[in-house]
């Protein structure tokens, strides 16, 4: 089996955390961020055993950059 590596962001939202997958814009949530991060993986996983070929070369040929952010606060 083929193992790819993508990017997860998870955030506090409420009392549950969300967890998105940037590069195939799948979003998922859970009480935990570690329930929020194993209920993206099982998206992801089943997104990726169901959408064609076509599909997922689409999602995943855009560019995009994860990058740290400064700017100045008053």
Not at 4 to 31: H, K, M, N, W, Y
């Amino acid at each position: 089996m083929k193992r790819i590596t993508l990017t997860a962001v998870i955030e506090r939202e409420g009392d549950g955390f969300v967890a998105l997958c940037p590069e195939l814009d799948i979003a998922s949530q859970g009480g935990s961020k570690d329930e929020a991060r194993r209920n993206l993986v099982e998206a992801v996983e089943g997104f990726l055993e169901a959408a064609s070929p076509a599909e997922i070369k689409s999602r995943l040929g855009a560019e995009r950059y994860v990058e740290d952010l400064e700017v100045s606060v008053a």
